[in-house]
C-alpha cells in the first residue's frame, strides 16, 4: 500500500496571477497542519473546503506566503488519498519558497503523472483512463479534447470490458467441455466458438476504423504545402494561420527552409508546413531547402500543390504532379486575380475536379472552399456525430490488432476442428491483450513508461 505523501507544482511555472501545489498522501493533511496557520486547525476541517491563511516556518514561526488551502479527504479526490492543494501568489519565488517547506515535512516531490498514477494505482480509474488524462492535456482542438473527456470517463474501458466478458463466457463453455467429454457435442461447441470469436472480432475492427480518426484528431493532419518559387505557398499559410509567420516577398526563392505551424479548420487540426519553391538552383543554402520540401512532401499526410494560375504549366510541376498523384492532396491554382495563363486540362489529367480549387489568396477568393475540400478529405458526414468511441492510442491500437489476430487464430482452429484445449489458449491469449489496455495485465515496465509521459503536478 502507498504510505508516502507527494507534492509538486501542478501550474505552469513562470508569471501568474496564482499557482496551486498539490499534496497528495494518507497523512498529507496532518503534514501541511504545522505549516499552515489559520483560524482553523487543517485536520479538523470538512472535506471540500477551503480556508485562508498563511504557510510558516514551523521553527521560526515566520510568515512565508499567503495562502488559501483546500482540503479534499480520500476517497473522494483525484488519487483517492487525502489531498491538500495550496494556492499561492502565482510566480517562481512564492511558489519555491512553499515547496521548500512542504519538503521538509514527510513529503517528497512527486515524479510527473505520479499522481494520475495513483489514481491508477488505488483503482479509481484504468489504464486506459489514465492516458486519456494525458490527451487531455495535449489536445489541441475541442474535438481531441471532447474524444479525451470520453475516454477519462471510461467510454473505452466499458467497451473492452463488454468484450472481455463475452470471451470469459465463451472460455467456461470451453472449459466445461474440456472437463466434462461426456457431454461431448464438439461441433455445436465450434459453432459457438465461431460465433462468439466473429461478434467480439466485430466490435474491435469498429473500434479500429475509428483509429486514423482519432490519431488525425490528436495530432493533427501533417499537411505540406508545396510547390514552385512564387506561387504564393507562403502567403496561403499566413492567411489560413490568420498570422505573418512566414516572409512574403516577390522574389522566387524566399523560403529556405520549412515553417510549421498548428492551426484548426472546421475542428480538424492540421500542422501546416510551409516549404522552399521546388526548383533547380545552384545555391547550396536553396538546395538543402529543396530537399526539405521533397522529405515534407513524403511525409505529409494531406498535400496542396499551389500553382500560379497567371503562368503556363511549369516542367517541374508536371514532374510534382505525376510525383504526388494517388496520394491525398489539393491542387490550388492561386492568383486567379490575374489573367489566366494555365492549362487547367493538364491538370484534370491527373486530379478529380473535386480536388482541384481556384482561388487568389491576394482578394481571399476561395479560401472558403479550400477548407470545404479540406473537411471534406478527412471527416465524412457520419462522424461528425460525438457518440463515437475513437481509439487514438498507438499502443491501444497494437493490443487491438493482435486481440483480432489471436481471435481469428482460434476461429480458424475451431474451423479445422483442431481440439478445443488448443482453441482455448488463443482466446484466453486475446482477453489479456484486451485487459492490457485497460491495465489488468499490465506489468511495472509498461506503468513506468506511460506515467513519465505526463507533466509535473498531474
Ligand atoms: N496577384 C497575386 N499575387 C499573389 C497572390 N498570392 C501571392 N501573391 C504574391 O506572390 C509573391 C510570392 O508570394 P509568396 O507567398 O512569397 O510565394 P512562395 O510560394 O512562398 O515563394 P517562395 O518562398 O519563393 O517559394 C508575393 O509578391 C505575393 O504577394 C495572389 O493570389 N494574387
Ligand atoms: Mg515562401
Redesign the pocket.
Known amino acids: 500500500m502507498i504510505s508516502d505523501s507527494i507534492a509538486a507544482i501542478a501550474t505552469a511555472v513562470g508569471e501568474a496571477g496564482i499557482a496551486v501545489i498539490r499534496v497528495s498522501g494518507p497523512d498529507s493533511i496532518v503534514e501541511v497542519e504545522p505549516i499552515f496557520k489559520s483560524r482553523i486547525k487543517l485536520t479538523e476541517a470538512e472535506s471540500h473546503t477551503v480556508h485562508y491563511g498563511h504557510i510558516i516556518d514551523p521553527r521560526s514561526g515566520e510568515e512565508i506566503e499567503e495562502v488559501l488551502v483546500t482540503v479534499m479527504k480520500g476517497p473522494r479526490s483525484f488519487t483517492t488519498e487525502n489531498v491538500v492543494e495550496i494556492s499561492s501568489h502565482g510566480g517562481v519565488i512564492a511558489v519555491t519558497r512553499v515547496m521548500k517547506l512542504l519538503l521538509q515535512q514527510q513529503i517528497r516531490l512527486a515524479e510527473p503523472g505520479e499522481f494520475t498514477k495513483r489514481a491508477y494505482l488505488n483503482g479509481r480509474i484504468d489504464l486506459s483512463q489514465a492516458e486519456a488524462v494525458i490527451d487531455l492535456i495535449r489536445s489541441k482542438s475541442d474535438r481531441a479534447f471532447g474524444i479525451a473527456l470520453k475516454q477519462v470517463k471510461g467510454d473505452l474501458s466499458s467497451k473492452i470490458t463488454a468484450q472481455r466478458h463475452t470471451l470469459v463466457e465463451t472460455m467456461a463453455h470451453i472449459e466445461v467441455n474440456i472437463d466434462y467429454p461426456e457431454h461431448d457435442v464438439e461441433s455445436l461447441t465450434s459453432t459457438f466458438i465461431k460465433d462468439k470469436c466473429s461478434e467480439v472480432m466485430e466490435q474491435i475492427t469498429n473500434l479500429l476504423k475509428t483509429a486514423e480518426e482519432g490519431k488525425i484528431l490528436r495530432e493533427g493532419i501533417t499537411t505540406a504545402i508545396v510547390?514552385?518559387?512564387?506561387?504564393?505557398?507562403?502567403?496561403?499559410?499566413?492567411t489560413l494561420a490568420h498570422d505573418n509567420k512566414?516572409?512574403?516577398?516577390?522574389?522566387?526563392?524566399?523560403?529556405r527552409d520549412v515553417i510549421e505551424q498548428f492551426i484548426t479548420i472546421n475542428n480538424i487540426p492540421l500542422k501546416l508546413l510551409?516549404?522552399?519553391?521546388i526548383r533547380e538552383t545552384l545555391d547550396v543554402v536553396e538546395k538543402i531547402g529543396v530537399e526539405r520540401s521533397r522529405d515534407a512532401v513524403n511525409e505529409a499526410d494531406l498535400i496542396l500543390l499551389?500553382l500560379?494560375a497567371?503562368q503556363p504549366l511549369h516542367m517541374d510541376e508536371l514532374e510534382l504532379m505525376e510525383q504526388i498523384r494517388g496520394r491525398q492532396s489539393i491542387v490550388i491554382m492561386?492568383?486567379?486575380?490575374?489573367p489566366s495563363m494555365i492549362d487547367i486540362d493538364v491538370i484534370k489529367r491527373y486530379f478529380a475536379p473535386e480536388s482541384i480549387v481556384s482561388?487568389?489568396?491576394?482578394?481571399q477568393e476561395g479560401i472558403d472552399a479550400l477548407e470545404e475540400s479540406i473537411s471534406r478529405l478527412f471527416f465524412s458526414g457520419q462522424l461528425e456525430s460525438n457518440d463515437l468511441t475513437y481509439v487514438s492510442n498507438v499502443r491501444h491500437i497494437a493490443l487491438l490488432n493482435k486481440a483480432k489476430q489471436s481471435l481469428q487464430d482460434a476461429y480458424d482452429a475451431a474451423e479445422q476442428l483442431i481440439p478445443i484445449d488448443m482453441i482455448q489458449i488463443d482466446v484466453r491469449l486475446a482477453w489479456e491483450q484486451l485487459g492490457e489496455i485497460i491495465g489488468d495485465t499490465a506489468g511495472d515496465s509498461l506503468l513506468d513508461q506511460i506515467f513519465s509521459q505526463f507533466c509535473l503536478g498531474k
Not at 482561388?359 to 482578394?363: A, E, N, P
Request: hydrophobic share 35%; net charge neutral; glycine share 10%.
Open positions: 510547390g514552385r518559387p512564387n506561387v504564393g505557398k507562403s502567403s496561403l499559410l499566413n512566414a516572409i512574403v516577398t516577390d522574389i522566387p526563392g524566399t523560403t510551409d516549404t522552399a519553391g499551389v500560379d497567371s492561386n492568383k486567379m486575380d490575374l482561388m487568389s489568396v491576394k482578394t
